[in-house]
């Protein structure tokens, strides 16, 4: 079936970075658009960004614009989102999922990242 | 940017209770519009895509409509596995936005 599984929990230092990946089975990565959600807790969604696995192509939203990255391999059929100079605004739980016309079907079990002194 | 706002934010219903959530986007957005229901600890899911294409395996009693500004997600008769958040989505422009949520809560 079609699957997304992202690594870990990760702590980190505000003005570090942080990467997350999302790796994809079930279904031909490259077919797919790959999108970044974060949802602080309690708060609704957000939505970060995309990415394209086949021609590397990248879209984010203007709140992270210079702060995050996405990347992939499609080798290993992953993704990955990097988010840097991290601050303790930036605790959240941080989403992939699969695009099609920018509808998410299915989501990733998602990351917690927390951003601590 | 493209704003979404839901409303309400929180409802209370009992099951078997007809409830709507009401989407408005703040420029036409046609009917790139998608609904998703997230659970407490998991991620969303997928429940209606433009605007009224119910998702393969939901269940028949979730239905959308509308277009343009403004949209509608009705559960016709709640079942006790339906109160969650629901949060609508555009997709209309590349750089897409959620609404802020809707929470639905047993009375």
């Known amino acids: 079936q079609v699957q997304l599984v992202q690594s870990g929990a990760e702590v980190k230092k505000p003005g570090a970075s942080v990467k997350v990946s999302c790796k994809a089975s079930?279904?031909?990565?490259?077919?797919?658009?790959i999108n970044w959600v974060r949802q602080a807790t309690g708060q609704g969604l957000e939505w970060m960004g995309w990415?394209?696995?086949?021609?590397?192509?990248?879209g984010y939203a203007q709140k992270f614009q210079g702060r995050v990255t996405m990347t992939r391999n499609t080798s290993i059929s992953t993704a990955y989102m990097e988010l840097s100079s991290l601050r303790s605004e930036d605790t959240a739980v941080y989403y992939c999922a699969r695009g099609l016309v920018f509808r998410f079907d299915p989501w990733g079990q998602g990351t917690l990242v927390t951003v601590s002194s | 940017d493209i704003q979404m706002t839901q409303s309400p934010s929180s409802l209370s219903a009992s099951v078997g209770d007809r409830v709507t959530i009401t989407c408005r986007a703040s420029q036409s957005i046609s009917s790139y519009l998608n609904w998703y229901q997230q659970k407490p600890g998991k991620a969303p899911k997928l429940l209606i895509y433009a605007a009224s294409s119910l998702q393969s395996g939901v269940p028949s009693r979730f239905s959308g409509s509308g277009s343009g500004t403004d949209f509608t997600l009705t559960i016709s008769s709640l079942q006790p596995e339906d109160f969650a958040t629901y949060y609508c989505?555009?997709?209309?422009?590349?750089?897409?936005?959620f609404g802020q949520g809707t929470k639905l809560e047993i009375k």
């Open positions: 989505q555009q997709s209309y422009s590349t750089l897409c936005s």
């Open positions: 990415m394209n696995p086949n021609s590397g192509n990248t």
């Open positions: 079930g279904y031909t990565f490259t077919s797919y658009d």
